[in-house]
């Protein structure tokens, strides 16, 4: 059964309970604060936090701020920002790595003092030859038996700031012909005078990924470390330096795959690109999957975690649909969001039987699958507004919307006919005249005669304009991703704006995030940043139509 059905991680973890090796989950979520989380990165997020939940343990958000590169604050504000968002509660436990250089600096000390590290001359190009090849082994650096005492001295004269940039590193001893190149004196410390967002320049030695990340672990007390799949040939690194270091319980690292999906870029390099070069607008232009982005685009919380939780957890490498994704949103609001009409590309329709001045309020269901969100009042007069391409001067077999001497219902409404239709100057169909049958009204039980077609319409005095945008994906589908050199496969029609669009007047009173379906056109969510009471600005999260099947 799929809801009894436990994760490998989740075995693992339970077989430890069960053998005592541990005796309270704790696990972390450790991004490098260089960039905007990902939909990929959720996955991490909530596997991390839902372990803990699960066995009722702790969880920690950490800040794996060790390389001042790249790092930003901006960054570290926008992760707890999506963090918080999709659900996963540090409570009190937000950690920054940074905040362990003097512990790091020590557990350094302590392997120079074990004769386990030492301080190592050759240049960065050196040091890669020396290391040999998959099929090679790599020999010993000539600074490699350096005296303890001349080692604690150097190290201390790199903390000092005595030497440049890639002059001189610390160095694990290990062993140069490992069959596994990460054990070839891995490199712990680097010189780098360089700005820390949280050391200033404290420090102007920093620690590798590879010493500082378990050593991070171990001081939090993190019983699983979770990461993906490429550090498994580092794991017997990570077990060397808590071993060495002699921490009691150490962490234990476990390796799952990476999420991909198609037909979107996920990589924080190739996202950066296209913000860097001015192609999306911003880190959250809604046709990225940065949570950020999939927030102001429409995505919820809830529809995340279902999508999540369908990929599941494993080690083999795949790519998911983007289409699931979407089914997740359908799927989630479904039920919550009101339904209502709205014309992305509007034309008049004219009722030209319909009394000059009337206006009548038809009541209407906020969502027809879920009685509990009640109805609302919806006006109805003389001139409405229609899509354009419920229109036909010349219709297709099939076509059962509005054409010359054809009756569709107008949804919630009556019944129409279509009499006339007046061109514009540039030959565009302006108006379509109709007369209606007050007799079909909603709601009356007419039923002497049926239509195939109902379209969706909005009283033209009544309703509010508003800008609609409907996306695509970024990336053709039908290509690769990239092309030669990298470049990104764009699909030119990824955005399209409706200046002209119209909604209904409830909802000029819609926030910011609020999310509904418009009839036959799909889910909408008020956009956080450009909607204004004065121009409505509408994202489409999703189609209704949907390809996607389980
Ligand atoms: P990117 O390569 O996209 O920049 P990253 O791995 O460099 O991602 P980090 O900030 O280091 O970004 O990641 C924090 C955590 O998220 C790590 O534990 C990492 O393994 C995990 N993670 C990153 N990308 C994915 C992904 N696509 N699927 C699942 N987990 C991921
Ligand atoms: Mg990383
Ligand atoms: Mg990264």
């Excluded at 014309?343 to 209407?364: A, H, R, T």
């Excluded at 709601?443 to 409907?470: D, M, N, Y």
């Excluded at 956009?527 to 996607?548: A, C, E, G, P, Q």
Aim: hydrophobic share 35%.
């Amino acid at each position: 059964e799929a809801a009894v059905s436990k994760n490998f991680i989740e075995l693992i973890i339970e077989k430890d309970l069960e053998e005592g090796h541990i005796k309270q989950v704790h696990t972390r979520f450790p991004p490098e604060p260089n960039g905007y989380l990902h939909i990929g990165h959720a996955k991490s997020i909530l596997l991390n936090y839902g372990l803990a939940v699960k066995y009722n343990g702790k969880f920690n958000l950490r800040f794996d701020d060790t390389n001042p590169v790249k790092e930003k604050i901006e960054f570290v504000e926008s992760i707890k920002s999506d963090v918080s968002w999709l659900g996963a509660d540090w409570e009190d436990r937000l950690f920054f790595a940074s905040d362990y250089f003097n512990q790091m600096y020590e557990a350094a000390v302590k392997l120079i003092n074990k004769g386990k590290a030492y301080v190592c001359d050759l240049k960065a190009e050196e040091i890669r030859e020396y290391r040999g090849t998959l099929t090679s082994p790599g020999k010993n650096s000539p600074y490699r038996d350096r005296s303890v005492e001349e080692n604690l001295e150097l190290f201390e004269a790199m903390k000092q700031g005595k030497y440049n940039d890639g002059e001189r590193v610390l160095r694990a001893k290990i062993d140069m012909s490992s069959p596994n190149i990460n054990m070839r004196d891995p490199i712990l410390y680097r010189v780098a005078h360089m700005e820390h967002h949280n050391t200033g320049d404290r420090w102007c030695i920093y620690p590798m990924y590879d010493f500082a990340h378990p050593i991070e672990d171990a001081i939090e007390g993190i019983t699983n470390s979770i990461c993906t799949l490429e550090f498994e040939d580092h794991r017997p690194l990570y077990d060397w330096v808590v071993r060495e270091l002699e921490y009691e319980n150490p962490p234990k690292q476990t390796e799952f795959a990476k999420l991909y999906l198609t037909n979107v870029i996920t990589g924080k390099r190739y996202i950066k690109k296209l913000v860097d070069d001015g192609i999306v607008d911003g880190w959250d232009d809604p046709r990225l999957v940065t949570i950020a982005a999939l927030r102001r685009r429409g995505y919820t919380p809830e529809s995340i975690r279902m999508f999540i939780d369908m990929v599941g957890v494993s080690k083999s490498q795949s790519s998911v649909d983007y289409a699931m994704l979407e089914y997740c949103i359908r799927e989630d609001l479904k039920l919550k969001a009101p339904r209502m009409m709205a014309v992305l590309d509007p034309i008049k329709l004219i009722i030209d039987n319909y009394p000059e001045d009337q206006v009548e309020y038809f009541d209407v269901m906020n969502n027809q699958e879920n009685e509990s969100m009640g109805t609302r009042k919806v006006p109805f007069s003389r001139v409405l507004y229609i899509e354009r391409e419920d229109f036909m001067e010349e219709p297709p077999k099939k076509y059962f919307r509005l054409f010359p001497g054809n009756e569709v219902r107008l949804m919630n409404a009556y019944f129409v006919k279509c009499e006339s239709f007046v061109k514009d100057e540039k030959g565009e169909i302006a108006e379509v005249h109709c007369t209606y049958d007050p007799e079909t009204r909603s709601g009356s039980g007419f039923s002497a005669r049926k239509v195939k077609g109902t379209i969706h319409w909005l009283s033209a005095e009544h309703a509010v304009p508003a800008t609609v945008r409907l996306y695509e994906n970024l990336i053709n589908e039908d290509n690769e991703p990239t092309e030669g050199e990298g470049t990104l496969n764009l699909n030119p029609d990824s955005l399209k704006i409706m200046e002209t669009s119209f909604v209904e007047p409830v909802l000029a009173e819609a926030d910011k995030e609020d999310k509904f379906q418009f009839v036959r056109q799909g889910f909408f969510c008020v956009d956080s940043k450009d909607s204004t009471v004065d121009n409505l600005v509408f994202n489409r999260i999703v189609s209704l139509k949907s390809s996607f099947k389980i």
